[in-house]
């Protein structure tokens, strides 16, 4: 996830108008699906259940 913030990092600083805000959240929002499925396959039934709740 690091990794893509600071990738998007200067895209947040320096807006252009070259630089679709959607795509910076599109590559942000997979990383961050990936943290969570991995949470939820490595978790306990307690946090698989939150998990399911917060979707």
Same mark, same amino acid.
């Given at each position: 996830?690091?990794?893509?913030?600071? #990738? %998007?990092?200067?895209?947040? $600083?320096?807006?252009?108008?070259?630089?679709?805000?959607?795509?910076?959240? &599109?590559?942000? #929002? %997979?990383?961050?699906?990936? $943290?969570?499925?991995?949470?939820?396959?490595?978790?306990?039934?307690?946090? &698989?259940?939150?998990?399911?709740?917060?979707?």
């Amino acid at each position: 996830m690091q990794e893509k913030e600071e #990738e %998007a990092f200067p895209g947040m $600083v320096f807006p252009w108008p070259d630089t679709p805000e959607e795509s910076v959240n &599109r590559a942000y #929002e %997979a990383v961050l699906q990936q $943290v969570y499925r991995e949470i939820y396959r490595l978790g306990t039934p307690e946090t &698989r259940y939150q998990i399911e709740q917060s979707t």
